[in-house]
């Protein structure tokens, strides 16, 4: 059995959220704002009042998995580690699924509300004439979530190593000839290159493409983690390894060093590639919960994903095209192409 645990308002006991703009809990219905300190004091003082092992002994087999508010049965994907209830909209934090190894280390909390993540997809589509005919539909907007998605990050140090085939060319003339002089180099770069906190999500169900798109994220924001900041939005835990994740990382480690080489060799025509290597070491690794807001639309049996950084504000996913506004597209286009053509030559003077 799992545990599932919800915030409440210490005034009026009403489910209560986290207001990234206010940076404080706020409660919706009697309008009281909390600190995190609060919900600590709280816990502290009844843990001295009640011994909470032998508590949850007891509840765990009595409750299972259901709300605390209302007691329906909170159903959700393996990996979702905060929800809500379908029936009374409580939160619903599952404890089990947020301790030991599946405990963050840090978040970065969201900085933008639902409706301003709404307002960036909508400018994301504004201006696409081709855009199909109810895929803005707000039954389609109110699936966009705030989730805190599981990321791994990387602090890496990489002895690389980098050698290329160079050219030089120098161009002269004479009064009868063009001269034209290449000198080939062999040129080599190399030094120890520090990364850190190089993200890889944690999640199999998230696309890499999309996660690595909405980078980067500010990692001067990662404060301690706590459980009651996923009040008010879904999250998951990591069900790819430190190990597996990390494979993807390196890639991208060798692939920017060999940038970063590259582009100090400064001067030359032509430059071709010809050996790599890299010695990477890990310094150390950190397992957080980063705010990305989702939404997944389908349209002709295919699923469009969408995500937007909740730190940044930065919006990526693919827009389809309607394959009737295309068609229509072409021909309007055809008739007024033709069209201008025909006034063209008559204003020429031609006769048919």
């Known amino acids: 059995m799992e545990k599932v645990i919800d915030e409440k308002c210490l005034n009026c006991g009403a489910t209560i959220k986290y207001n990234p703009k206010l940076k404080k809990f706020k409660c919706e219905y009697c309008g009281a704002e909390f600190e995190l300190e609060d919900f600590k004091k709280t816990r502290e003082k009844i843990n001295k009042e009640i011994d909470l092992t032998k508590e949850f002994s007891k509840m765990e087999e009595m409750e299972g998995y259901v709300c605390k508010n209302c007691g329906a049965t909170i159903v959700s994907l393996e990996n979702i580690s905060s929800t809500t209830c379908l029936y009374c909209k409580s939160n619903a934090i599952i404890k089990n699924r947020l301790s030991g190894i599946y405990k963050p280390d840090s978040i970065i909390l969201f900085k933008y509300q639902k409706e301003e993540a709404i307002k960036e997809w909508l400018n994301l589509c504004k201006g696409r004439l081709l855009i199909p005919k109810g895929f803005k539909d707000e039954s389609n907007i109110k699936e966009l979530e705030g989730l805190y998605v599981p990321f791994w990050l990387y602090d890496v140090t990489n002895s690389a190593y980098l050698r290329c085939d160079g050219t030089r060319v120098a161009t002269w003339m004479d009064s009868r000839y063009i001269y034209t002089k290449t000198d080939y180099y062999k040129v080599e770069r190399g030094g120890d290159l520090s990364f850190v906190s190089v993200p890889n999500d944690a999640a199999t169900r998230f696309d890499d493409v999309i996660m690595n798109a909405i980078e980067p994220f500010d990692y001067k924001d990662l404060i301690p983690f706590e459980t009651t900041y996923l009040s008010g939005f879904l999250s998951e835990k990591f069900d790819v390894e430190m190990t597996d994740a990390y494979l993807n990382a ?29 010695d990477l070491k890990i310094n150390n690794t950190s397992y ?38 295309l068609l229509l597209l072409i021909l309007v286009t055809f008739v007024l192409s033709f069209g201008i053509i025909i006034l063209i030559l008559k204003l020429g003077g031609y006769r048919w």
């Open 288 to 325: 957080v919960l980063l705010p990305v807001f989702v939404l997944n639309i389908k349209y002709n049996d295919k699923i469009y994903h969408f995500a937007m950084n909740g730190q940044t504000k930065k919006m990526v996913g693919e827009i389809p095209v309607s394959k009737s506004k």
């Open 250 to 278: 390196k890639t991208r480690i060798e692939t920017d060093s060999k940038n970063y080489l590259r582009s100090d060799m400064k001067g030359y025509a032509t430059l071709i590639n010809k050996e790599s290597k890299n």
